[in-house]
T-cell receptor
């Protein structure tokens, strides 16, 4: 079984809809991250969390919110989806920031 | 100006060739990561470097902190090495800044 899982893997939604992307990990890592990837651009950090009580905004947090329900779970929400949020979303985990980050398989989101 | 630049953006080579992908950056960093993104989209971390050189199988990564430059080399390249290779800078305690990636295609 994969150590970092993301659900759903693919999602099509309409403008204005609320959508949640979920990330779960079995690695026991404290640190979790949400990134988005757009064609021609590098991965960009949306939010990160160093433990259950710690949530931090990343480079592009506007239009997104997160919830760290437990050490193993970190969810990303789009309260009112818009077409320019169409992207590939990745969750990642790490033990310490300078150590390896382990990525989930990605969620492909299309907002119509 | 981007903080991290990779070159080339695209690289096509024949099986067996020696491959070099470059990453130049303009900011102070605490470490540099090389990642591999498979055609299906999955991302795997290859190396994390803060100085010198690391080797894993046919992959070698080097970094020159003074020149703000890192290279990823692949020896005896194989079609299964075809992927996007991404350089990412670690700034401070947690922020990763990613390059745009180098798309590598190895033909049989």
């Amino acid at each position: 079984d994969a150590d970092v899982t993301q659900t759903p893997r693919n999602r099509i939604t309409k403008t204005g809809k609320r959508i949640m992307l979920e990330c779960s990990q079995t690695k026991g890592h404290d640190r979790m991250y949400w990134y988005r990837q757009d064609p021609g651009l590098g991965l960009r950090l949306i939010y990160y969390s160093f433990d259950v009580k710690d949530i931090n905004k990343g480079e592009i947090s506007d239009g997104y919110s997160v919830s760290r329900q437990a050490q193993a779970k970190f969810s990303l929400s789009l309260e009112s989806a818009i077409p320019n949020q169409t992207a590939l979303y990745f969750c990642a985990t790490s033990v310490l920031a300078e150590e390896t980050q382990y990525f989930g398989p990605g969620t492909r989101l299309l907002v119509l | 100006k981007n903080e991290v630049e990779q070159s080339p953006q695209n690289l096509t080579a024949q099986e067996g060739e020696f491959i070099t992908i470059n990453c130049s950056y303009s900011v102070g960093i605490s470490a540099l990561h090389w990642l591999q993104q498979h055609p299906g989209g999955g991302i795997v971390s290859l190396f994390m470097l803060s100085s010198g050189k690391k080797k894993h199988g046919r992959l070698i990564a080097t970094i020159n902190i003074q020149e703000k430059h890192s290279s990823l080399h692949i020896t005896a390249s194989h079609p299964r090495d075809s992927a996007v290779y991404i350089c990412a800078l670690l700034q401070g305690a947690q922020k990763l800044v990613f390059g745009q990636g180098t798309r590598l295609t190895i033909n049989p």
